[in-house]
């Protein structure tokens, strides 16, 4: 028999949708894959031009954004988000770039969360824990 509160989790979990923006497509759908096996319904994009349309058509409640695309910075785009949709989705920057300096300019251009390259998924899933207060 199951616990009613690790049910109560695991729907909740269920109910987090997220969208990773990356330019490489391994990188994007393999951090996709690895959110979905933790609970989340996940989808990737690589071009960040499109991020915007896939995050409203997925309702996504974070965006894990890499940092160096082309056309359009991680910074941009984060700024893009905030000033669409506010405080209502969590978005998450993904960089090579772990020091002070950047970890700055992340909260300045309106991130939630900054996840330093190559990935900790352990860590990751403590974050969206936190992020949604589970």
Do not use: W
Request: glycine fraction near 4%.
């Amino acid at each position: 028999m199951s616990h009613p509160r690790s049910e109560k989790q695991r729907s909740e979990k269920q109910r987090r949708c997220a969208l990773v923006v990356d330019d490489s497509h391994d990188a994007a759908e393999s951090f996709a894959r690895v959110l979905e096996s933790m609970g989340c319904a996940a989808t990737f994009v690589t071009n960040p031009l499109v991020a915007m349309d896939a995050a409203k058509a997925l309702e996504a409640q974070v965006v894990f954004l890499d940092i160096a695309m082309p056309e359009l910075s991680g910074y941009e785009l984060a700024r893009l988000f905030r000033s669409h949709y506010g405080e209502d989705i969590r978005l998450v920057a993904v960089t090579a770039y772990g020091d002070r300096a950047h970890r700055d300019k992340s909260r300045e251009a309106g991130f939630d969360a900054h996840v330093q390259k190559p990935v900790d998924f352990a860590l990751v899933e403590s974050m969206l824990a936190t992020l949604f207060n589970t």
